[in-house]
Structure formats: C-alpha cells, structure tokens
C-alpha cells in the first residue's frame, strides 16, 4: 500500500504540518523546520481501532520487542521455535508492518520525493495524485512538499527530502531552478523530474509539462478569430517563473498574428492576481481578453472583472488552462486549454522509477470553447 505525506511551512525556524494519508486514514503530526530528522511524533490512537504493534507481538509471543524486530524483518539470530512463535503471533494479532515508518527511519524504503509549487491550485493536487496511484502500483511512498513559490523554502524543502533519503525527486521548480541544481548537488545519482518548467542546461533530468507551445497557440489564435487585438498574459515574475517558453510563446505568436500583447507578470496568488488584472482593467487602454495561467487564477480574473463592472464573456474574454472540475461553474463558463492531470502524475512517477529507460513527456492540450469567450464589440 503506498502512502503520500504532505509537508509544508512558513519559512526557517517556523512550524511545519505533515500530513500522511494510509489506507483511509489521517495522520497530523507537527515538528519545527529546524528539527525535520527528528521521528515524527505520533498522535495517540483509540484503543478500540489501534493498529497492533511491534510491541504487542513481541507481548503475545514473550519475547523482547528486539527480537521480535529482527524475526519479522528475517534478520539473523533468531532460534527457529521463537520465530515461529513470533510469526504466529503477529498472524494471530493482524499485525502488518508499516512501510513509511520503516522508509523513514532507516531510508531502505521504496520513497520518492514531489515537490509543487502552489498545493492550492488544484492542478498540482491532481499531478500528485496521478503519481500516487501509479505508486500504489509498485508499493513506492510520496512524500509530497509545497515550495509556496518561495526559493528558500524549495531549499528547505531539498534538505528535508534528501534527509529522508529518497530515491528521487519530481519537482515543480520556482524560477530559474536553483532548487534542481542544489538537488542534483546533494544526490548526482538518483532520478530527478522537472515538472512544468525547463530544463536545467547540461543536467541528466527527465521534462514532464503539457504542450505549452501548442496551449498558447491555440488561445492566442482563438482570440484573434474572435477579433481581439488588445490581449494580456498572465505569468509569474520573471525571477519565479520556471517556464518562460510559455511566455516566449505568447509574444511570439501575438507577433504574427499582429496583435498587441501585454505581459501581467504578478505572483500567482488568487490575491495578487486580483490586483495586477483590476490595475489593468482601470487603464486607458484595458486589454479586451486575458489568457492565464491556470483555471485557478481565473478565478481571480472573475472576480476583478466584476469588481471593474466589466462583463466576462461580453466586455472581457478569459481563457484559463488545465479544464479544472470547477471550470464549468464559473458564470459564464470557462474556455480553458485541457489536458489530463492524472496522466501527468503518472508520467512523473514513472521516469521517477525508471530514469534511465524514459525521456520526456508532453503531455497533449486541446481548447474547450466556452461562454468565456466572445467576439469584440
């Protein structure tokens, strides 16, 4: 059964949360960032649906809680007739060992690091839960952390994973990858994925991202059929953005199609997207659509626009990317770029298992024209 476990936190020196999800379960256990090697403590459980232990075999058999560790781990120095009584006490008890805690404290277990950059966005939630289930598959764990688009957290991060010896890392990286090198410093032999975001120059990594060429071609034109010649990109500032082709795109294609494009670069915050697109509705010349990022930073578009008395649809055209569930809900529905997500995580986990026999994977995008979209006047 493989697990995933979830961590993230405020910066140096600040509270950590972890979160492990096993068989249905829900674990919370907390530790500061400075003590991430420290075990992790474990909250008490319900006597009534307590998992056995180690301990209670050890109970049932008579024997030191030792010995029963290393006949269930068919180590040596164990007689045959105490082996024997040990296995079947930890058959009669339902006992099962506990793969994560095993990784975790001797860093022999099947582990691999994933590291987002935004666990609000639903996407990334998605990614991660596509490479959980293939995962599951080969009996590996996912342990999960939020860089938060902050570089010195992704380093914090890098040390927590690389402490907890897993056998590679998938990650989301913020700006011009300093995380994937610092990685690749500490761990020059195990697997490593970059998701969404460019190549390091010169580095031996696997790129697993959408079409990004093919998602900005197809908004772009979209636009422009729909007679849109005032057009604005949202992206993260240059020094957090990862995959500047997507940008490259934009610009690229605006100039042939003869269009003026116009960068909104902002932290991709639902808050501070709000901000950077209401400033450009308030303008002398407010763009007449917008292409975002994600579908989750759509929502924010929306609710500048109203807060502006600009209509979606009629007043403002809005093209999102990633065709999120909720996408259908916003009023008027959202013309987005879709792709699948769980295929996604599933690229990712499997050039994690095998670096060597998988290259890079694109993943195909397809435009979903809603009611987000219209023709200009």
């Not at 674990?27 to 003590?35: E, N, V, Y």
């Not at 639902?270 to 994600?294: G, M, Y």
């Not at 195909?364 to 024209?369: C, F, H, K, R």
């Amino acid at each position: 059964m493989a697990s995933v476990w979830f961590a993230s936190g405020q910066g140096r020196g600040a509270s950590s949360r972890y979160v492990g999800f096993r068989a249905g379960r829900r674990r919370a256990t907390s530790a500061t960032s400075t003590l991430l090697a420290r075990p992790l403590a474990r909250p008490r459980k319900d006597p009534v649906d307590r998992r056995p232990s180690i301990r209670d075999v050890a109970r049932e058999a008579g024997v030191s809680t030792a010995l029963a560790s290393f006949a269930l781990n068919d180590q040596k120095g164990v007689s045959a007739a105490s082996r024997a009584r040990i296995l079947e006490a930890a058959e009669k008890l339902g006992y099962r060992a506990d793969p994560v805690a095993r990784a975790l404290r001797t860093g022999d277990g099947n582990a691999y690091g994933v590291m987002i950059r935004n666990m609000a966005n639903p996407f990334f939630l998605d990614v991660l839960r596509g490479a959980q289930e293939a995962a599951t598959r080969q009996g590996a764990t996912i342990l999960a952390v939020d860089s938060e688009y902050s570089v010195e957290r992704e380093r914090e991060h890098i040390d927590l994973l690389v402490a907890q010896r897993v056998r590679g890392l998938a990650i989301a990286p913020v700006g011009s990858g300093e995380g994937v090198a610092r990685w690749l410093e500490l761990c020059p032999g195990r697997s490593t994925v970059v998701i969404n975001a460019l190549r390091p120059t010169n580095a031996r990594v696997t790129r697993v991202s959408p079409d990004n060429e093919r998602a900005v071609t197809l908004a772009v034109d979209h636009l422009v059929e729909l007679g849109h010649r005032r057009i604005s990109f949202l992206t993260a500032p240059a020094g957090l953005v990862a995959d500047d082709d997507r940008k490259r795109c934009f610009l690229r294609r605006c100039m042939e199609r003869g269009v003026e494009p116009d960068l909104v670069e902002t932290h991709l915050s639902l808050e501070r997207v709000h901000s950077a697109v209401t400033a450009r509705l308030r303008s002398t010349q407010p763009p007449t659509a917008i292409i975002t990022n994600s579908d989750f930073t759509a929502h924010a578009v929306y609710r500048a626009a109203r807060d502006c008395g600009v209509l979606v649809g009629k007043d403002l055209s809005v093209v999102g990317h990633d065709d999120l569930p909720s996408s259908q809900l916003l009023d008027p529905p959202l013309t987005t770029l879709r792709l699948d997500r769980l295929s996604i995580g599933k690229a990712v986990f499997a050039r994690l298992a095998d670096p060597e026999g998988l290259g890079d994977h694109v993943e195909p995008v397809e435009l979903i024209q809603r009611r987000s979209t219209g023709r200009v006047g």
